[in-house]
């Protein structure tokens, strides 16, 4: 069915926290453009991936792979070095800096991983400062920030603090993007955006990893769906194949 050979793979990953297995066994494969979208009740180890994908905690078993190579356990900053980036359920926007300085930290991944590396290492040439500053105007015109360009993160409503940590997260150039809770708390007009700003990621090739509760938002943008119950993989496959799923319906949707 998959026409690309897989960028990511998930290799049979469990993970324990002490006597908690909070991932029992899950592998996944992710291909160019694919979307990927992660469902389960709360508890059921959606962020714990995400946080073995970026290197956040090791892994108790099993092996991640991205373009060919093996990153289990490696550092979060080689991790995104690689170009897999991730968002936060809670923004790590910088408050104090404008809603432009914090987009103009998501490009300087290019260069420097860290923050304080990309401080350090500020000497970049002119044209290069005007590329980056190209693209934050085109990614704050996506996202309906430009009106927002000169406010600081730390003000803004906590809708638009999202959409600002997910577009940092895509000026970061990345290979691999991992969502988690994207969506949570925005308003319908803000979903819109979102969505666009996802739909131009996956039209670049670039794979997605999308966790999400909305459930028509997840369902109207993934390639794939998988739903985890307490760390376990209750189902993988296409979105018309989960709403006919009888354990999903009981374990999940709830009808
Ligand atoms: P979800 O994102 O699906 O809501 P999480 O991945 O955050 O779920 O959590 C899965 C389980 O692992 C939960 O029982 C949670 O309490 C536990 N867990 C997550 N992170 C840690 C941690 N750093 N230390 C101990 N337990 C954790
Ligand atoms: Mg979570």
Redesign the pocket.
């Known amino acids: 069915k998959k026409s690309f050979s897989p960028i990511l793979n998930v290799k049979e990953v469990v993970k324990d ?1 002490g006597g ?1 297995r ?1 991932l029992n066994d899950v592998t996944i494969s992710l291909s160019k453009g694919q979307i990927l979208g992660l469902i ?1 009740p ?7 991936l995400v946080n073995l994908i970026s290197g956040v905690y090791p892994v108790s078993k099993g092996e991640i792979h991205f373009n060919g190579k093996d990153i289990t356990n490696m550092a979060t900053h080689s991790i995104a070095r690689y170009g897999i980036i991730r968002t936060f359920q809670d923004p790590h926007n910088v408050p104090t800096m404008t809603v432009k300085e914090n987009l103009l930290l998501g490009t300087h991944r290019l260069f420097k991983s860290s923050l304080l590396a990309c401080t350090l290492n500020a000497n970049h040439s002119l044209r290069e400062e005007e590329q980056m500053l190209t693209r934050v105007t085109e990614i704050m015109e996506l996202c309906d920030l430009t009106d927002y360009a000169d406010e600081l993160a730390g003000n803004l409503p906590y809708g638009m603090q999202r959409m600002v940590e997910v577009a940092r997260a895509i000026l970061a150039e990345p290979q691999l993007l991992l969502l988690d809770e994207p969506a949570a708390g925005l308003s319908e007009g803000e979903l819109e955006e979102l969505n666009r700003l996802i739909r131009y990621v996956k039209n670049q090739g670039i794979p997605v990893i999308l966790i999400d509760h909305h459930m028509d938002f997840v369902t109207g943008l993934v390639d794939e769906i998988l739903v ?1 119950e307490s ?1 376990g993989v209750i189902y993988s496959g296409s979105v018309e194949g989960m709403q006919k799923d009888h354990h999903v319906i009981r374990a999940y949707l709830g009808v």
């Open positions: 926290f908690l909070a389960g709360n508890g059921s180890g959606k962020s714990t985890l760390g």
